[in-house]
C-alpha cells in the first residue's frame, strides 16, 4: 500500500490546468547530468556555471562559465549568449554545441576552452529538419521536405531530388519494429545509409483544415490493414566515391526493414527483414559497397508475431560479434551471435523481460536494465559475457535509467519511485553508492492527495494483474464512492509502476480529488510481461483485455466504500477502445463511460500495428466482425461520451463518425464532442477543456 496523506484545511486544490501540463510547478522538476566525453567525470550545470567532478571527490570543479563563453565568443565573432549552450564533450577542454542564426540558419561550431577558440564547422539551413551528426566526421546530415542532404564542411551535398510522394531520410511506416528515423551513418562517417519509402502507391486520405474560409483538403497516405503498402528501400551513400546504391533486399516489396546495423568494418550492413504478416524476421548481411546479399544470420519465426527491439549491437572492436534482443524463450533475453560461424548463445535467462540494451564496458560485460525484481520496476544490470555471471547495479527499489560511463567504472543513476519524484546517484561497477547528486523536492507537497495502493490479482489463466486505487483525499471509509475505471490495456503501455504517483499523473489524481475512486488494471496484452501475457490479444483485439477489467471489478466490488451502482470508464486511443468495448460488452456495470480518439474497426485502423495484432480483414474476417464495435451500436445502453480530434493522423475521424451514424440508424443516444485541428490527442491551454469536459460529464452523470 502507498500512502499520500493530507490535511485538506492546509493544502490546495489541483486545477484542470494543472491536470493539462499547463502548471509545471507540479511536476517534478529533474536536472541533467552526463559524463565528460570518454572520462569517468561527470558534468552538470549549476546558474550560469558548467561544473565537473569525479565521483568520490568532495568538491567540483568550474569547467566553462557564461562570462567565459561570451568571451571566447566576442573574440571569435559569433555573438552573445543569454545562458550556456548546450555542449557535447569531448573532453575538459573541448566540445561542440549548435547555435541558431539571425537569419534562421544553425551553425555548428567546436569549442576549445583552454585555447579559447570557437570555429565554425558547418551551416545548417533553417528548414533542415531529421538533424544527424556523425562525431568522427563532424559531418551532418538532414532532411529537406522529401529530400536528403548532407553538411560538410562548406559544402552541402544533396543526395536525392525525390519526386511527390518519394520520401528519403525519415522515419518509415511507424516508429516501431526498431524503426526509429531514417539516417544511419557508419561508424567512420564514410558511408551514410537511409530508407527511401514510395508512398505513390498508397491511397491518399482526407484530412480537413477549417482554417481556411473554404475548408481546404490536406491528404496524408495512410494505408489500413489489408490495404496496398508503402515500398522502402534501404540505400548507401559512399561519400568519398559519391556513389549511391540500394542494398537488395528481394521480394516481395510489401515488408519492412528493421534494425538497421552497420558492422564495425564499415563494410557491412545488416537488415532484419520482417515480413509484411510480422511472423518471420530473417536477419541479412549485405555488401554495403554494391548492395548485393551476403547471407542470413539468423532466421527468427512466431506464430503470432516478431517484434525486433532496436539495432544488433557490435562489441567494441568486433567485426563477428553482436547483442541481440530477442523474445525467444517467451521472454525479452540478451543473444551473442557470431556473424561467422552463425551460432547464437542465449546470456543471460529468466522469467521477466530485458526492456533495454544500455552498452558495454570493453571488459567483456554488457549492461541491460529488466523486470528481473518486478514487473512494476526497473533495474540495471552488469552480465559477463563469457560465464552470464550477473551483478545487479541499482538497488532502490522503483524504475531507474542508467548512463554508464565509458569505462564502465562508474554509473549515473537516474530513476524515480513511489515515494521519490525524481533523483540522481552515481554508484560504481559493483553497485557501490557514492553520493546522491541531485532529489527533487515534493512538488505536490501542498496539494490534497488521497491514498494510493497497488495490489494484485490473477487473470482466468493464473498470471498476475496489477491494481491500482487512487482515493479521494477526504475519503470516508462509511461512504460509499463512484468509480471511475480508467483503462488503456493495448500493448506497449503499462500504467501501474513503481515511480512518482504509481504512474498514475495528475489528471487521475484531480480525478480523485474531485469525489471518485479511480481505479486501474494494467490486463493481459500490456508490456514487458512475457510472451504468453501480451500475444493473447492476437487475432481478438480487446477480448481478453475485458475479461481481466471484469475480474478487476470483482476484486473492486469487495470494497465496502464502493458503490457497484455508480461504476464508470475512460479511455483514449486503445483506451477509447476498451472504454467502448466495456460499456457496449457489460452495460449492466458500467453506467457512464468517456471514449477518446476511439478505435472502433480495425479494418480502418493502419497496416503496421493492425495487421500486427489482428492480421488482415482477409485472413481474420471472424475477427475483426467480433471486435468491431461499430456493428454492436444496438447494444449500446446508459450514457457514453465520445470524443474525438478532427485531424486524427493515428485513429481517423472516420472510426467515431460511423459509430455516430450506426447509433443514429439504431435509435440510440449518444454524447460526442470533437476538437477541431487537434491531431491524436488535445494539448496545449485545449486540454484544460478537456478534462473539464470529462470530469463534468462523470459528476453529472455518476
Keep these: 500500500m502507498l500512502v499520500f496523506t493530507s490535511f485538506a484545511q492546509e493544502k490546495k486544490m489541483f486545477t484542470p490546468e494543472d491536470a493539462s501540463y499547463n502548471n509545471y510547478e507540479v511536476y517534478a522538476k529533474s536536472k541533467s547530468f552526463r559524463w565528460l566525453g570518454d572520462t569517468d567525470k561527470y558534468v552538470f550545470t549549476e546558474g550560469d556555471e558548467m561544473r565537473y567532478q569525479t565521483p568520490g571527490e568532495k568538491s567540483s570543479h568550474e569547467l566553462l562559465n557564461l562570462n567565459q563563453m561570451n568571451g571566447i565568443a566576442k573574440d571569435n565573432g559569433i555573438g552573445d549568449f543569454k545562458r550556456l549552450p548546450n555542449i557535447v564533450w569531448n573532453d575538459e577542454n573541448s566540445g561542440y554545441f549548435y547555435k541558431r542564426g539571425a537569419d534562421g540558419n544553425t551553425v555548428l561550431y567546436k569549442l576549445n576552452v583552454s585555447e579559447k577558440a570557437v570555429k565554425p564547422v558547418t551551416t545548417l539551413p533553417a528548414n533542415a529538419e531529421n538533424v544527424n551528426l556523425n562525431e568522427a566526421t563532424m559531418r551532418v546530415a538532414y532532411t529537406i521536405g522529401n529530400d536528403l542532404y548532407i553538411a560538410d564542411g562548406e559544402k552541402q551535398i544533396r543526395l536525392t531530388e525525390n519526386p511527390e510522394h518519394v520520401i528519403a531520410g525519415q522515419s518509415v511506416h511507424r516508429n516501431e519494429f526498431a524503426i526509429d528515423g531514417g539516417i544511419f551513418w557508419s561508424p567512420d562517417g564514410s558511408k551514410l545509409a537511409y530508407y527511401q519509402m514510395d508512398e505513390s502507391m498508397v491511397t491518399d486520405y482526407p484530412l480537413v483544415d477549417i482554417t481556411t474560409r473554404i475548408a481546404t483538403a490536406t491528404p496524408i497516405k495512410y494505408p489500413m490493414a489489408g490495404m496496398t503498402s508503402h515500398i522502402v528501400k534501404l540505400h548507401v551513400y559512399d561519400i568519398a566515391a559519391s556513389t549511391d546504391v540500394v542494398m537488395q533486399t528481394g521480394e516481395p516489396e510489401e515488408h519492412y526493414l528493421t534494425a538497421i546495423t552497420w558492422n564495425n568494418d564499415n563494410e557491412k550492413i545488416y537488415i532484419g527483414i520482417l515480413n509484411r504478416g510480422q511472423d518471420t524476421l530473417n536477419f541479412n548481411e549485405y555488401n554495403a559497397l554494391n548492395g548485393e546479399f551476403n547471407k542470413t544470420i539468423f532466421h527468427d519465426e ?6 525486433p527491439q532496436g539495432p544488433a549491437h557490435f562489441l567494441p572492436g568486433s567485426t563477428t560479434e553482436f547483442v541481440w534482443l530477442a523474445q525467444r524463450d517467451g521472454y525479452y533475453h540478451l543473444w551473442l551471435h557470431n556473424t561467422k560461424t552463425l551460432k547464437a548463445r542465449q546470456i543471460e535467462k529468466g522469467k521477466y523481460v530485458v526492456t533495454s540494451f544500455d552498452g558495454f564496458d570493453g571488459k567483456g560485460n554488457a549492461y541491460y536494465t529488466s523486470t528481473e525484481v518486478s514487473p512494476l520496476q526497473r533495474h540495471f544490470y552488469k552480465v559477463n559475457l563469457k560465464n552470464g555471471k550477473k551483478t545487479k547495479i541499482t538497488k532502490k ?14 554509473f549515473l543513476d537516474f530513476y524515480t519511485s513511489t515515494d521519490v519524484p525524481r533523483a540522481v546517484d552515481v554508484q560504481d561497477a559493483q553497485g557501490r553508492f557514492f553520493a546522491p547528486l541531485y532529489i527533487a523536492e515534493n512538488p505536490i507537497k501542498d496539494y490534497n492527495i488521497g491514498v494510493t495502493e497497488i495490489d494484485s490479482i490473477k487473470a482466468e489463466d493464473g498470471q498476475l494483474l496489477y491494481t491500482r486505487i487512487i482515493k479521494p483525499y477526504n475519503f470516508d471509509e462509511n461512504k460509499k464512492y463512484p468509480v471511475i475505471v480508467y483503462v488503456y490495456g493495448g500493448p506497449h503501455a503499462q500504467l501501474i509502476t513503481d515511480t512518482w504517483l504509481a504512474g498514475a499523473g495528475i489528471y487521475l489524481n484531480y480525478l480523485a480529488q474531485e469525489g471518485f475512486i479511480v481505479f486501474t488494471v494494467d490486463n493481459r496484452g500490456s508490456a514487458d510481461r512475457g510472451e504468453a501475457f501480451e500475444q493473447v490479444i492476437h487475432r481478438q483485439c480487446g477480448q481478453a483485455e475485458m475479461r481481466d477489467q471484469m475480474t478487476g471489478i470483482e476484486y473492486l466490488k469487495t470494497k465496502p466504500y ?34 477518446g480518439g476511439p478505435v472502433l474497426d480495425w479494418k480502418y485502423y493502419e497496416i503496421m500495428y493492425g495487421e500486427r495484432y489482428m492480421d488482415t480483414p482477409q485472413e481474420n474476417p471472424e475477427g475483426y466482425e467480433l471486435t468491431s464495435l461499430e456493428n454492436k451500436t444496438d447494444k449500446l445502453e446508459g450514457k457514453l461520451l465520445m470524443i474525438h480530434c478532427t485531424t486524427d493522423p493515428v485513429v481517423m475521424w472516420q472510426h467515431s463518425l460511423v459509430f455516430v451514424e450506426n447509433c443514429i440508424h439504431n435509435g440510440k443516444q449518444l454524447d460526442y464532442f470533437v476538437y477541431p485541428g487537434h491531431d491524436h490527442n488535445v494539448y496545449g491551454m485545449d486540454r484544460a477543456h478537456l478534462i473539464v469536459k470529462i470530469t463534468e460529464y462523470f459528476k453529472n452523470n455518476l
Excluded: C
Design 562 to 595: 464502493i458503490d457497484p451502482e455508480r461504476i464508470g470508464s475512460d479511455g483514449w486511443s486503445y483506451g477509447g477502445f476498451m472504454s467502448t468495448s466495456l460499456k457496449i460488452n457489460y452495460p449492466e456495470t458500467f453506467k457512464v463511460s468517456v471514449a
Design 397 to 410: 527499489h522503483g524504475t531507474h535509467s542508467v548512463i554508464p560511463s565509458k569505462s564502465g567504472r562508474f
Design 302 to 307: 512466431d506464430a503470432q508475431f516478431v517484434e
